[in-house]
């Protein structure tokens, strides 16, 4: 009699191993379960009890699961889109980098622009109590006839 020895698929016993065998976390592999369809067997039929997945079927669903699968299934129409989907999404990214780029030139601009405002205010405050120095030294000088010196503080500037 030939022997009918067959192998037995690998049986995956927990959420942990079943991550580790997909190279993805925890929560990544339950939210594929729910949204994607990742074959996973619940022993006991109840949906929050005990998991248990085969590896040869774990297998075939990855080499089968649309790359940015967006519901269950995986038809031909389903890969397509998500292959347009992809296609949108790198389109949209460089244009969002590209509008970043520009942005980062228009800030650097406009940041110029401010400090350059900020120094000529600077110099116009200067030169204005500067004037008004020289006005309030020459009103008193007048005052006393010509003669005598009266300091003027910076305090009596502002204002």
């Not at 993805?24 to 990742?38: A, H, I, K, M």
């Not at 244009?95 to 520009?102: A, F, K, M, P």
């Not at 120095?133 to 003669?147: F, P, Q, T």
Request: charged share 25%.
């Amino acid at each position: 009699m030939p022997s009918t020895e067959t192998v037995s698929p690998a049986v995956l016993n927990s959420w942990k191993e079943i991550a580790s065998y997909v190279g993805r976390g925890v929560r990544t592999v339950q939210r594929w379960e729910s949204d994607v369809g990742l074959p996973v067997h619940r022993p006991r039929g109840k949906s929050r009890s005990a998991v248990l997945a085969m590896t040869d079927e774990v297998d075939a669903w990855l080499r089968s699961a649309p790359t940015g699968a967006m519901g269950k299934g995986n038809d031909k129409q389903q890969s397509n889109n998500t292959a347009l989907d992809l296609q949108d999404d790198f389109s949209q990214h460089n244009d969002l980098r590209r509008r970043c780029e520009h942005l980062c030139v228009v800030h650097g601009q406009v940041l110029s622009a401010l400090v350059a405002n900020v120094r000529n205010l600077q110099k116009t405050v200067e030169e204005s109590r500067r004037a008004r120095l020289m006005n309030l030294r020459k009103a008193a000088s007048a005052a006393s006839g010509g003669d005598a010196q009266i300091p003027v503080s910076s305090e009596s500037l502002s204002g």
